[in-house]
């Protein structure tokens, strides 16, 4: 019996562990966006290009955009202890990062 108590204790322990790793990818996940938006601003200043210049500037506007709300999704998700709020911050991060990621 009490090896049983001990392996069920153990599996509860590493999944709640688990857990706790992947709602707080966030911050990992902001830092990543805002150092695909650097990046992207400093290629967006060599551009030549009006029109293309535009667009570079338009996009990284967005993904500066999706980075605040992001980390501000994530500051309200800690006070608030919800777990949607920190799932929504990292989609906004994904989606900055994958935005900046895209000027060239």
């Known amino acids: ?18 857990g706790q790793v992947l709602a707080f990818s966030c911050p990992s996940l ?22 293309e210049k535009g667009r570079a500037l338009t996009m990284i506007e967005l993904a500066k955009q999706w980075h605040k709300e992001a980390d501000a999704d994530h500051k309200e998700a800690g006070a ?17 990062r994958a935005l900046a990621d895209q000027v060239k």
């Open 30 to 51: 902001i830092k990543g966006a805002s150092e695909s938006i650097a990046k992207a601003e400093a290629v967006a200043g060599k551009i030549t290009d009006e029109r």
């Open 80 to 96: 608030k202890k919800d777990a949607q709020l920190h799932y929504r911050a990292e989609a906004k991060a994904k989606a900055a």
């Open 1 to 18: 019996m009490n090896r049983r108590n001990l392996a069920i204790a153990v599996l509860i322990s590493s999944g709640v562990s688990a």
